[in-house]
C-alpha cells in the first residue's frame, strides 16, 4: 500500500480490510443468518444480550443503528416477555435490554408461590405415599410373623411328638405324675390328693373334736 492510499485509508475502510482478510464471506454470511435465527428460548436476558451482540458484529447492515439494533432484539423474546414490551414504543437498544431483564424479574417472581404450591403438593404426595408404604410394611411384618412356625421353649421328643424335657415315658407304661404303674397321669391318687380343696356349690361335711361326736 502506498503513502497516499494510507493517508486516505478510513477507520471502516481499514475495518473492511481486515474483516475481509480474517472473516472469509462464507464464515460471515453463516454468522448472519445465525443472527437473524436468534430467540431466547430458555436462555436468561443476559445470556441472550451477550449472544445477540457477538453475532450482531458479522450483520451490521441489519442494525446499523439504535432503533433497528433495539427492534431486532425485542424480536427474539420470548413472546411473555415481548408482549408486554411492545407496547411501550421502546426504540433504544440500552433500554430494550434494561425493560427486558426488569420483565423477566417480575415473572420469576410470580412463579414462586406456584412453585412452591407443586412443592408442597408433591411433598403431601410423597408423605402420603410413605405412610402406606409403612402400614403396608407392617402389615407384611405381621403376615410373615403368623406364618412362622411357633417358638418352643423345650425340644420336640421324637417318641411322642410333644415339647418336653428328660426321658419319654410313653412306653413305659407308667404314670407320669408319680412315675408308678397301674394309671395314668389323669386319675393318679396322688395328684388327686394335691388338688385344692373346691369351694362353690359343693358342700363339705367334716366331723370336729370328740364333744361333736354326739351331734347328729
Known amino acids: 500500500m ?8 478510513t477507520w471502516n475502510r481499514f475495518k473492511e480490510i481486515v474483516t475481509n482478510q480474517y472473516f472469509p464471506r462464507s464464515y460471515r454470511n453463516q454468522k448472519e443468518v445465525e443472527f437473524l ?3 431466547q428460548g430458555e436462555l ?4 441472550y444480550e451477550r449472544k445477540f451482540n457477538q453475532l450482531s458484529r458479522y ?7 439504535n432503533d433497528q439494533k433495539a427492534d431486532r432484539f425485542l424480536r427474539g423474546l420470548r413472546p411473555e416477555i415481548r408482549g408486554i414490551l411492545a407496547a411501550q414504543g421502546i426504540e433504544d437498544y440500552a433500554l430494550a435490554v434494561r425493560r427486558a431483564q426488569e420483565v423477566e424479574a417480575g415473572l420469576e417472581m ?34 410373615n410373623k403368623s406364618n412362622e412356625a411357633p ?3 423345650y425340644p420336640q421328643c421324637p ?18 405324675f408319680c412315675h408308678k404303674p397301674g394309671h ?9 390328693g394335691r388338688e385344692p380343696e373346691r369351694r362353690g356349690n359343693a358342700r363339705l361335711y367334716h366331723m370336729g373334736g370328740p364333744d361333736e361326736a354326739e351331734k347328729p
Open 59 to 65: 450483520a451490521t447492515r441489519l442494525v446499523n443503528t
Open 159 to 176: 417318641e411322642c411328638n410333644k415339647y418336653h424335657l428328660g426321658k419319654c415315658m410313653i412306653r413305659s407304661g407308667v404314670c407320669y
Open 37 to 39: 435465527d436468534l430467540k
Open 2 to 9: 502506498t503513502e497516499q492510499a494510507r493517508q486516505g485509508l
Open 44 to 47: 436468561s436476558i443476559t445470556d
Open 151 to 153: 417358638q418352643r421353649t
Open 110 to 143: 410470580d412463579k414462586l408461590p406456584r412453585k412452591n404450591m407443586v412443592r408442597n403438593e408433591k411433598r403431601k404426595w410423597d408423605d402420603s405415599n410413605d405412610g402406606e408404604q409403612d402400614m403396608q410394611n407392617k402389615k407384611e411384618r405381621v403376615e
Open 184 to 192: 395314668i397321669a389323669p386319675y393318679c391318687p396322688d395328684k388327686r
